[in-house]
């Protein structure tokens, strides 16, 4: 039982060495399987229509029996990039990291610099939500029109990335019907944000883009 | 060397009163939250705007500096590549006449994904594509893969490489919810 525990993690990996496995998860070899290796980004409508739900995913392809103990990088900012004047620059960020089992969230605040470097920002204060341990209800903390919530979640992702795998391998020329969802039974670290729209911007739309960030 | 120590510790020491004073003025009506101390500077490890960009679009010996190039100057860098990498996967592709379903040649399309940021309406439906809206957004439900081979694959009416253009898995392992906070509980 071991060594094929052991040969399925030596396979998995040989496999992400050549087929870096989409849509962002183990997508690069400086974060691969890292504890900031984003997953990925959702961003949508919310239940309540004036609101919009961003969604980021990090260390993706926990088995049920690992997730227990996949936790959320103390080191690792996670934020939310939001550009709503159409000119690529972020002018929002939210910004979410943990500390001691709550995930403390930040913004949306205009960043004092823009780019590959953060700081966290407090004068405005912050919001927080006590990280949801594996097995329990999802804990989830409301406060000026926003919601929050972190922690394990099924990974929302689905894809049929073994055959894509033998395809771009060139051992197989065509998915299979039905196809086989590679992500079936995995769970992924998630951080789930919803706000009212006039709160990212006042326009049609807006860019969004997560990124990670380690502290030096 | 120990001299160098001894001047180390000094200032060590002094930071740590200068810091201690800093927290007596705290008491003193600063409007400053009280909470865990995050200072320090945060530098950028992965990011992504539209799913499986980096993926499939970038070259292994690219993707970590694709991670830690900002998006307004991604294209610059990235969108000849990108286009090169194209026209590998779909070689009908460098006919600059041959388009997918959105009607964009290779250097068009790829120009468009070079920058990789998600596009989110904020007054309307908010979906990678529903057969009406495209790139509006990305649910959770989103068959984002099926798109993008599709894109990729698929020629102007979608129907060229008809083995590649959808991975045949439509939906989600797990139902989403409705509400708050959306992802389904864990396995």
């Known amino acids: 039982m071991k060594k094929l525990k052991i040969l399925i993690g030596v396979t998995v990996i040989a496999i992400a060495g050549f087929f ?14 890292g504890t900031s290796d984003i997953a990925d980004l959702y961003a949508f409508q919310g239940e309540n229509t004036n609101n919009i739900v961003l969604v980021a995913t990090i260390q993706g392809l926990l088995s049920p029996g690992s997730t227990a103990n996949a936790a959320f990088d103390e080191n690792v900012l996670v934020e939310f990039n939001i550009d709503n004047d159409g000119d690529i620059i972020e002018d929002l960020v939210i910004q ?40 329990t209800n999802a804990i989830i903390e409301s ?36 196809g086989s969802d590679t992500f079936e039974g995995t769970n992924v670290l998630s951080i789930v944000v919803e706000l009212p729209k006039s709160m990212v911007g006042l326009g049609d739309s807006v860019n969004v883009w997560v990124e990670s960030k380690r502290k030096q | ?47 992504m705007g539209r799913p499986g960009i980096n993926t499939v679009f970038v070259e292994m010996v690219d993707k970590n500096a694709f991670n830690r190039t ?28 041959y388009t997918n379903a959105l009607g964009f040649n290779s250097e068009q399309f790829t120009g468009v994904l070079a920058t990789d940021v ?70």
Request: negative net charge; hydrophobic residues 40%; charged residues 15%.
């Open chain 1, 143 to 178: 406060n000026n029109e926003m919601r929050f919530f972190a922690g394990p979640r099924d990974d929302p992702f689905f894809f049929d990335f073994a055959q894509y795998s033998a395809i771009i391998d060139g051992t197989a020329t065509s998915f299979n019907l039905p």
């Open chain 1, 20 to 33: 870096a496995i989409a849509a962002d998860h183990i997508d690069a070899p400086a974060v691969m399987g």
């Open chain 1, 96 to 135: 979410a990291i943990p500390r001691d089992g709550v995930m403390y969230f930040f913004g949306p605040f205009a960043p004092s610099q823009t780019g590959l470097n953060s700081s966290i920002f407090s004068s405005d204060g912050f919001n927080t939500v006590n990280i949801t341990p594996y097995s």
């Open chain 2, 1 to 47: 060397m120990k001299f160098n120590n001894i001047k180390l510790a000094t200032i060590a020491l002094l930071v740590s009163f200068l810091a201690l004073n800093c927290s007596d003025d705290d008491d003193t009506g600063s409007m400053e939250p009280t909470g865990p101390n995050f200072t320090g500077i945060y530098t950028q490890e992965d990011q």
């Open chain 2, 70 to 97: 900002i998006p307004s100057a991604q294209n610059a860098a990235f969108q000849t590549k990108f286009q090169t990498k194209l026209e590998a996967l779909n070689p009908a592709h460098t006919d600059a006449a």
């Open chain 2, 118 to 187: 998600l596009t989110v309406s904020l007054t309307g439906t908010t979906t990678f594509f529903d057969g009406t809206n495209v790139l509006t957004g990305r649910t959770l439900a989103d068959d984002v893969i099926s798109v993008e081979l599709l894109l990729i694959f698929g020629g102007p009416m979608g129907t060229d490489n008809p083995g590649l253009t959808n991975d045949n898995v439509d939906g989600n392992d797990k139902p989403f919810l409705s509400s708050f906070p959306y992802l389904a509980s864990p396995w």
